[in-house]
Structure formats: structure tokens, C-alpha cells
Nanobody, 119 residues
Framework: QVQLVESGGGLVQAGGSLRLSCAAS????????LVWFRQAPGKEREFVAS???????AYLNSVKGRFTISRDNAKNTVYLQMNSLKPEDTAVYSC?????????????WGKGTPVTVPS
């Protein structure tokens, strides 16, 4: 069983930055694909960014150039650096892990960390 714990969320003014972290338990972290999703109030959960076991990345179009996903396998942690934050980035951000390393399904989920960017 893998446990994921997010941290780093908070209140930040528009144009500011936050770095989210997602720490994972387990010995095979380097084999996982990892993803950040977000869910804004009253909206569907949406994909934000992913990183494969070989560190290939993908992003939601609206965050490209502003957000960066990275991983530190030695620390069993995936990060989401968020710059130039906008009010529309307000959401609960959750990380998930895919045991197959490809992201074909997300097997493990964290509980999320809230990000608020006031308008």
C-alpha cells in the first residue's frame, strides 16, 4: 500500500508562487508515474500535470509555462512549482500515483491541499 501526503497549499495573491509537495511511502516510488489533479468548487476534477517514471512530463494547456512538475526519487516526493498564479487556479490539488509507471490508471491518491488565489 502506498500513502501520498500533499503539502504546500495556501493563500497567495495573483501573480505569486507556491510549491506543492507530495510525499509517498513505499520502496518503488521510482517506478511510479505521478500526477497532479485539481478540483475547483462546483467543478469537475481536472488533470494538471504528470510525470512518468522516466521523467517525461505533460501539462494542462492553461498551466503550460507557469507550472512545473518534477520528482525526487531519493526523497520519494513529487513537486508542483506554480508561478504566475491566477484566481482560476484556485482549487484543491491532489496527487496520485500509477503503479504501472505509465499512468494507465491512478492506483493511489492523496487527500489534497487547497490553493486559493483571490481575485
Amino acid at each position: 500500500q502506498v500513502q501520498l501526503v500533499e503539502s504546500g497549499g495556501g493563500l497567495v495573491q495573483a501573480g505569486g508562487s507556491l510549491r506543492l509537495s507530495c510525499a509517498a511511502s513505499g520502496r518503488t516510488f521510482s517506478n511510479y508515474a505521478l500526477v497532479w489533479f485539481r478540483q475547483a468548487p462546483g467543478k469537475e476534477r481536472e488533470f494538471v500535470a504528470s510525470i512518468s517514471k522516466t521523467s517525461g512530463t505533460a501539462y494542462l494547456n492553461s498551466v503550460k509555462g507557469r507550472f512545473t512538475i518534477s520528482r525526487d526519487n531519493a526523497k520519494n516526493t513529487v513537486y508542483l512549482q506554480m508561478n504566475s498564479l491566477k484566481p482560476e487556479d484556485t482549487a484543491v490539488y491532489s496527487c496520485a500515483a500509477s503503479a504501472d509507471g505509465l499512468g494507465s490508471r491512478w492506483d493511489y491518491w492523496g487527500k489534497g491541499t487547497p490553493v486559493t488565489v483571490p481575485s
